[in-house]
């Protein structure tokens, strides 16, 4: 089973003398532990000591990690308090990603001239403008996958083998590390990839 580590940095309560001291990382099995730091997390969301639970969250989400889980758990959290999620414009599911995130992506119509509560939506991190959009004091999280076990299955789900004309060997992804500047010289060479 995979490891991941889900890093968030938080204010904890928001009426607190400790506000602003982050939340320490936790690492956690994919599965069912996964699942147990998700209700963890959302049980710090409201922690019984605080006057005022945290609403406002923004999940940068990254590929192959259970992040679309954990961005339909804040779905539901954002729909069942009656929470704005900023949602991407034009009716695509990413923030135009990979591009940095930029506040024109955001489809302010749906936002009624207020800041939104939630993001979870795929969207490369711009930390400048991710605070101007946000609300204040809002907990910026991502899940991070062991980073091995992360390239290999990134480069067996996007095709890398194909797109590098490296489908016939026994292991690409080892073959591939070993001298990427000639597979990636060769699919460049050959036009199997867009560049700039």
Not at 102 to 127: E, Q, S
Not at 177 to 187: F, H, M, Q, S, V
């Amino acid at each position: 089973m995979h490891r991941l580590s889900f890093i968030y940095q938080t204010y904890g309560c928001l009426d607190s003398p400790y506000a602003r001291r982050p939340i320490p990382t936790r690492t956690v099995r994919a599965g069912p532990d996964l699942l147990c730091f998700v209700l963890y997390f959302l049980k710090l969301l409201r922690i019984r000591s605080c006057k005022k639970e945290i609403q406002n969250v923004l999940l940068l989400k990254t590929h192959y990690t259970g992040s679309d889980v954990v961005g339909s758990i804040l779905n539901r959290f954002a729909d069942l308090r009656g929470l704005r999620i900023a949602l991407p414009s034009g009716g695509l599911s990413t923030f135009y990603w990979p591009s940095r995130f930029h506040w024109k992506y955001v489809d302010i119509m749906l936002l009624d001239g207020t800041l939104p509560n939630i993001l979870c939506n795929h969207a490369r991190f711009n930390g400048e403008v991710m605070d101007e959009i946000m609300q204040p004091q809002t907990a910026f999280i991502t899940i991070l996958r062991d980073p091995v076990s992360h390239f290999e299955v990134t480069f067996q789900n996007l095709n890398f083998a194909e797109i590098l004309e490296m489908e016939d060997l026994p292991q690409p992804y080892l073959t591939f590390l070993e001298n990427p500047g000639k597979y990636i010289g060769r699919a460049i060479q050959r036009k199997r990839f867009k560049v700039g």
